[in-house]
Nanobody
Framework: QVQLVESGGGSVQAGGSLRLSCAASGLTFRSYAMGWFRQAPGKEREFAAA????????YYSDSVKGRFTISRDNAKNTLYLQIDSLKPEDTATYYC????????????????WGQGTQVTVSS
């Protein structure tokens, strides 16, 4: 059974930083591209970042480029998202997901999803 478990969310002030983690089990982690999506209240889920199975390639949406850094540790079966210079508009539930495709910016290309971790940014 595949499990993706996010952690690291919380409430922070604008300008701060957070590091989200996603622990994977039940799949051959190093064989999957991974991604981060986010969903703000009342909005559709949107793509944020993706990383290739080896970790050698990354891809970002324009809205987060320069502030978000996706990385992975295949030895630990863990995906990360470093978020810097947080803005109130970054407030959302953040989800990690696994895909056979890279780069994949559309949620329909992802097979596995975590339950999400909440990030709240106050001004």
């Amino acid at each position: 059974q595949v499990q993706l478990v996010e952690s690291g969310g919380g409430s922070v002030q604008a300008g701060g930083s957070l590091r989200l983690s996603c622990a994977a089990s039940g799949l051959t982690f190093r064989s999957y591209a991974m991604g981060w999506f986010r969903q703000a209240p009342g909005k559709e889920r949107e793509f944020a970042a993706a990383i290739s199975p080896s970790g050698g390639n990354t891809y970002y949406s324009d809205s987060v480029k320069g502030r978000f850094t996706i990385s992975r540790d295949n030895a630990k079966n863990t995906l990360y998202l470093q978020i810097d210079s947080l803005k109130p508009e970054d407030t959302a539930t953040y989800y990690c997901a696994g895909s056979r495709y890279y780069p994949a910016a559309q949620s329909r290309n992802y097979n596995y999803w975590g339950q999400g971790t909440q990030v709240t940014v106050s001004s």
